[in-house]
């Protein structure tokens, strides 16, 4: 009941509403509660975390460490407001080389569900068992002395309907539950981590010698393969990890992993700084991916500036901006520490050289390539990859000229009196794409089975990931079947693919897939997908193409509309008129 001193209009809110009005700031959604025990854990020296869950989160949650446990004394204590053992004074704040300080997680926890904690120190003969009920310690008795402490969370929100209503799916809610413990998992490699979901085993992280052990262990060694290490130090200050080289970047933001003394947050200053050391080194369309690690004094770093600890504020952002800024940059320029806004670079003027490109053309006799003598006869059309399981649909046409290729990337032909040069990968990529499109918005994408698939290891979140998608990806024309608990088979693929590398394949994939929940619509979603899809079948560059391909390929492009990007936006074409080449040439006019 609210009580008023008087006739006043301002009410005094009851214990219990004010707890659940701070519980709505720390607790909001089920990956919040096992963040905030974590922390605890963590905090409590534990060499060993278990997370089990149940219906993401929503039935139960239990985190059971073996950290340094507390005393009968202590255990009902810390489920009071602001009641923590990581300050003494406002000074504290300045300073704080803790996960947790505020002492707010257990008494909002407990203000929104059933929770029964289990404790025990090391020298301790007995354990305390306590149970807390609608914020109110209900039973206190002793228990077992087992070293450590064990949480166990139960109706999360069952006295906030209006919280619990706005939850996602039990698969989405323990997806964030997972990366959760993911981002603890990079966090502290020294520490084993287990989760498991329904009794289901989804991570076994054993403790680490490394960061990079851990990296590996969570992104795999795919990831490390493909990144570039950094390590670069100030006075007070010093980053290292990963981040992805230049020609492995994508669209997709996953990984953008920080950690600033071991606490996984959000920044802008760095996120821009390791933008800006990208600089032209990144194409346009792709995403920077890193996982780095801000080690900086905490006297220089405020955490206190958002109610779950996501932000921190440094007290100089610029020096911070120009330490990550300079190691991305430094570790793509191979070492030497370049520029990124005055990268050296070979300016590409097509009207200049195209002259010289066009009398350098190798003759169709001279022209190197890796697939079979392909007969042709009116009427059929050649695949641009030996794997193409049904031939292009044949366009009369007699305004396509092919000329030849620039270093197996770049295609040149004439188009109704036009020189046009085309990215054969990029044109390809679109002609396939739009194929795909057209089919699932009509009859609907056909698939072809895999004559021998290869299993693919993955983590177990993005198994999970494929799993929940598993039946619109099969709409698609691609079906995936479980192999393992952390590995999948790429079954079949639609009709009219060529070959693909099942691993960068997936791996896009499982990046489009995680944008779903956030895409505008199911047009935007499909749309993604198609596109990796295009993008792995198209005929890659360095491939060989003979004059026939090279004509059925432009005419392939023509057909779909001469559309000048591929779907990730990159360019298809380049094309010059005859008034261009007259102009070129001084002949405009004559």
């Known amino acids: 009941m609210l009580r008023t001193d008087g006739s006043g209009k301002i009410c005094i ?3 219990a509403v004010i707890g659940r009005i701070a519980a709505g700031e720390v607790v909001e959604r089920p990956a919040a509660v096992v963040k905030e025990l974590l922390e605890n854990s963590l905090d409590a020296g534990s060499r060993s975390i278990t997370i089990d869950v149940r219906e993401g989160g929503l039935t139960s949650i239990r985190v059971s460490d073996d950290g340094e446990g507390m005393c009968p004394e202590d255990a009902p204590r810390a489920f009071q407001r602001h009641a923590t053992s990581k300050l003494r004074s406002d000074l504290d704040l300045w300073s704080i ?83 959760v413990v993911q981002q603890a998992s990079l966090a502290w490699p020294s520490v084993h981590f287990r989760l498991t979901h329904n009794s289901e085993e989804i991570f076994n992280y054993p403790s680490a010698p490394s960061d990079d052990d851990r990296i590996a262990q969570v992104y795999r060694r795919t990831f ?32 953008q992993e920080l950690f600033v003394n071991r606490r996984p947050v959000r920044s802008a200053t760095v996120s821009h700084a390791v933008g800006e050391g990208y600089g032209s080194f990144l194409a346009k369309g792709s995403q920077p991916r890193f996982v780095l690690f801000l080690e900086i004094d905490p006297d220089r770093l405020d955490v206190n500036v958002h109610p779950t600890k996501r932000e921190v504020r440094f007290s100089d952002n610029e020096v911070i901006h120009q330490l990550v800024r300079r190691a991305v940059c ?16 070979v300016e590409s003027s097509m009207r200049r050289t195209l002259s010289s490109i066009v009398a350098g053309l190798p003759t169709s006799e001279s022209v190197e390539t890796e697939s079979t003598t392909l007969q042709v006869t009116p009427g059929t059309q050649l695949p641009l990859v030996s794997d193409a399981a049904e031939p292009y649909a044949q366009v009369p046409s007699t305004e396509v000229i092919a000329l030849g290729q620039i270093n197996r990337t770049f295609l040149i032909a004439q188009v109704e009196g036009d ?10 990529e679109r002609v396939l794409f739009e194929r795909l499109h057209r089919a699932w918005t009509t009859s609907g994408i056909q698939a072809q089975p895999l004559l021998i ?4 290891e993955l983590s177990p979140p993005q198994t999970v990931l494929l799993q929940r998608y598993q039946r619109h990806l099969e709409e698609l024309g691609v079906e995936i079947e479980p192999f393992g608990s952390s590995t999948v088979l790429v079954r079949a693929i639609p009709v009219g693919l060529g070959k693909i590398e099942p691993t960068t394949f997936l791996q896009d994939l499982i990046d489009d897939l995680t944008q779903w929940d956030s895409a505008p619509g199911l047009e935007a979603r499909v749309r993604s997908v198609l596109a990796s899809l295009a993008c792995h079948g198209a005929v890659r560059a360095g491939r060989s193409m003979k004059p026939d391909e090279i004509k059925a390929l432009v005419e392939d492009w023509r057909t779909e509309g001469e559309i000048t990007t591929c779907p990730h936006g990159r360019r298809t074409s380049f094309r010059l008129g005859i008034t261009d080449l007259e102009k070129m040439f001084g002949r405009a006019g004559w």
């Open 97 to 179: 080389r803790t996960m947790g300080f505020r002492g707010e997680a257990l008494p909002s926890i407990a203000a929104v569900a059933h929770v029964r904690l289990m404790t025990a120190t090391r020298s301790a003969e007995v354990g305390t068992e306590l149970e807390v009920v609608e914020g109110e310690v209900e039973r206190i008795a002793e228990g077992p002395p087992i070293t450590g402490t064990r949480i166990e969370v139960a109706e999360l929100f069952h006295n906030q309907p209006a919280r619990k209503k706005f939850l996602k799916s039990t698969l989405t809610e323990f997806l964030h539950i997972s990366r």
């Open 330 to 345: 430094q570790a793509l320029s191979g070492g030497k520490l370049a520029d990124p806004g005055k990268t050296p670079f």
């Open 453 to 456: 698939p290869d299993p693919v």
């Open 224 to 255: 490390i393969d493909q990144s570039l290490r950094i390590r670069v130090s100030l006075p007070g200050a010093r980053v290292s990890g990963y981040i992805v080289d230049a020609v492995h970047a994508k669209s997709s933001r996953v990984p």
């Open 419 to 428: 020189l046009t040069v085309i990215d054969q990968h990029t044109a390809h």
């Open 13 to 15: 809110l009851p214990e």
